[in-house]
């Protein structure tokens, strides 16, 4: 089994909750819009960190992290974005790859807004995990937890960090 803590949008912000709700997984997953090395040096201090890039971020998180991560963990394949739509409403430039890759677990951030959805037609679950920083139009800065464990899901937990 293996513990996944999921932010985005953190725009550069570091709250030191991210550490505390993050030390007891096993990975962090950032999907995207980190703002800053800083913040992403920090994350990958407490877990090994996973990220995508977003769109407001520069050129040495951009060398750093990829646009679209594709891997698996345990017997879930994922597909990580940070401009990827919601079930019906994909982004035109991930939709291919969803519809080729087929991932069990989709995950992409940008909107602000935290969303579990699961997709029937692809069978597959897609998680925004909000905004965990204070820039933007969000009302509340938001982060997830869950395992994975063979090819479940599972555990799903949402951390309400406060007002932005």
């Known amino acids: 089994m293996v513990k996944i803590g999921l932010l985005s949008d953190t725009h550069g912000y570091w709250d030191d909750r991210y550490k505390e709700y993050f030390s007891s997984c096993d990975e962090i997953w950032h999907a995207g819009d980190i703002g800053s090395v800083e913040v992403a040096v920090r994350l990958s201090n407490v877990k090994p960190l996973r990220a995508v890039c977003g769109n407001i971020d520069g050129q040495p998180l951009r060398s750093q992290y990829p646009l679209v991560a594709h891997f698996s963990i345990e017997d879930v394949p994922v597909l990580m974005t940070h401009i990827g739509g919601y079930p019906g409403r994909y982004e035109p430039a991930i939709r291919k790859d969803l519809y080729a890759m087929r991932p069990k677990l989709f995950i992409a951030g940008h909107s602000h807004i935290l969303k579990v959805i699961f997709d029937q037609h692809l069978n597959c679950l ?35 960090l406060g007002l932005r």
């Open 126 to 160: 897609h998680m925004n995990p909000g905004a965990a920083g204070k820039s933007g139009f969000h009302q509340v800065r938001t982060l997830l937890r869950f395992s994975i464990e063979g090819a479940k899901i599972k555990d799903l937990e949402v951390i309400e």
